[in-house]
């Protein structure tokens, strides 16, 4: 169990934790409430901050946005949302970038995206004076080209603050680092040799995301337990949406994009850094439920290997995860 595995010191072997005790929406509350306070904060002070929320496809980013949109709402906030799907590049376009993949996908890894589009309306919005100020923001619909996806019209709105989504937001190019990176097997476990030759490609597409990553002020990020979870997330969402009667992919290309998602920018190597500095974690288990939140310096002393090991344990699902 998770209690035997950390102590209120965070430390194996001193006891229960209390805060895994609680109910998963009670931390998950904690964990949009500590958001929001820094947001409110920056916001009285004159700023228009924008929070980053990074988490693996299917661990429940959309529905997340929404619940801390309707918290800003009751403090008085008026807070836009973005993903960073939002700034895909046109059809055209993202064919040439996407040529030539191993996952054989026109969207989804670095460099399928025009981050300066979103980074250039973040800084006309902060230009406008006080008050929520006009914004507009691109959007991609993934129902046109039947299923591909294209751009589509803008969102307009005011806005006192903007939450920045997607499954990469707050990633780093390891650049010399990845040397040493592709030489570590773990981090690397189940890579086929196409994926790997690709790494260096997906980590120097990474460097024209930095200036908007620059402009987060707060970063949130959703973690599993297990990183076979994902991809059994997304395909649950799927089964939704068909039995609800909407639009659904065929299994073979919704496995190319979650593939891409989790082998373009492998987790383990660029997760894990982002893990330490991002302002609040939260950690999933199985049904996506907080096992533990707090702070990214918090997870790293509490030996995050020996807490994900525990949550493991304790989740009721976690054997059937694949």
Same mark, same amino acid.
């Given at each position: ?45 004159? /700023? ?68 300066? $589009? ?5 800084? @006309?919005?902060?230009? *406008? ?6 914004? *507009?923001?691109?959007?991609? +619909?993934?129902? $046109?080209?039947?299923?591909?996806? +294209?751009?589509?019209?803008? &969102? ?11 499954? %990469? ?25 196409? *994926? ?7 980590? /120097? @597409? ?20 297990? &990183?076979? $979870?994902?991809?059994? &997330? ?15 992919? /065929?299994?073979? @290309?919704? *496995? ?17 850094? %982002? ?48």
């Amino acid at each position: 169990m998770v209690q035997a595995v950390c102590g209120d010191s965070g430390r194996p072997g001193q006891g229960p934790d209390p805060q895994l005790q609680q109910p998963s929406e009670r931390r998950r509350e904690r964990f949009i409430g500590a958001l929001l306070d820094r947001c409110a904060a920056l916001v009285a002070a004159g /700023q228009r901050p924008v929070l980053g929320l990074n988490g693996p496809v299917g661990a429940g980013k959309s529905t997340l946005s929404r619940l801390l949109r309707q918290r800003a709402q009751d403090r008085g906030l008026a807070l836009a949302i973005a993903s960073i799907d939002d700034a895909y590049l046109p059809w055209s376009q993202r064919l040439e970038a996407m040529a030539a993949n191993p996952f054989g996908v026109n969207r989804v890894p670095p460099g399928s995206h025009d981050p300066g $589009l979103l980074a250039s309306a973040i800084a @006309a919005w902060r230009a *406008e004076p006080a008050g929520p100020a006009p914004l *507009e923001l691109p959007r991609f +619909d993934k129902t $046109l080209r039947r299923g591909q996806g +294209d751009r589509c019209d803008p &969102w307009h709105g005011h806005a006192d603050a903007l939450l920045l989504e997607g499954w %990469l937001v707050g990633y780093r190019p390891l650049g010399p680092g990845l040397v040493e990176a592709l030489a570590a097997e773990q981090a690397l476990l189940g890579l086929t040799p196409e *994926e790997r030759r690709a790494l260096p490609r997906w980590d /120097q @597409a990474l460097q024209p995301y930095q200036p908007l990553w620059e402009a987060l002020d707060g970063l949130g990020l959703l973690w599993p337990c297990r &990183w076979q $979870l994902p991809r059994r &997330w997304r395909f649950q969402a799927e089964a939704r949406q068909r039995r609800a009667g909407g639009g659904w992919m /065929q299994p073979e @290309a919704l *496995e190319a994009l979650i593939r891409a998602s989790l082998a373009s920018l492998p987790p383990l190597l660029y997760g894990r850094t %982002l893990l330490g500095q991002a302002d609040r974690v939260m950690l999933l288990d199985g049904r996506r439920r907080c096992l533990w939140e707090g702070s990214g310096v918090e997870a790293m002393g509490q030996r995050w290997a020996q807490v994900q090991a525990g949550a493991q344990a304790s989740s009721p699902s976690s054997s059937a995860t694949g």
